[in-house]
């Protein structure tokens, strides 16, 4: 699943129209108590809707519950995700007038067919922040 969102602002504006970022890491810290995988696709269009680069490319960044043999999550399973932004990709960000965001969901052993259970005592959490370098005024 995906979907297009409008993107209109500058990185190197973020505070100030003095700011240069040359580099950041998004950083996502997820503990998942439920039994499905999700993985995602940053596509950074221009105006005209060309491609100008994508970020994660199906990065999975939240794995699946460890599940029991009837198909129950047992154990939640934190994963730690670091994705990169190098210059280039900051100056992309800065020409980005859209952003498509691709999803993929599967349950855990999905190859398989394993059965899942869900229930409503399952739960998802996500950190994440965000860490710069470059002249912030």
Do not use: H
């Not at 060309?50 to 794995?63: F, H, R």
């Not at 869900?118 to 370098?133: C, E, R």
């Amino acid at each position: 699943m995906g979907d297009t969102l409008a993107f209109d602002f500058k990185v190197d504006e973020l505070f100030s129209s003095n700011t240069t970022i040359e580099e950041s890491v998004i950083k996502f810290v997820t503990t998942n108590g439920w039994p499905i995988e999700v993985a995602f696709t940053l596509e950074l269009l221009d105006g005209s809707g060309s491609l100008l680069t994508s970020i994660a490319n199906q990065e999975l960044i939240i794995e699946s519950g460890m599940l029991d043999a009837s198909g129950k999550v047992e154990t939640p399973t934190t994963k730690v995700t670091e994705l990169f932004c190098d210059s280039t990709c900051v100056n992309n960000l800065n020409e980005t007038k859209f952003v498509v965001i691709n999803v993929s969901a599967n349950t855990d052993d999905f190859s398989n067919q394993q059965a899942v259970k869900i229930y409503n005592d399952y739960k998802l959490g996500i950190d994440m922040a965000i860490m710069v370098a470059g002249r912030i005024f």
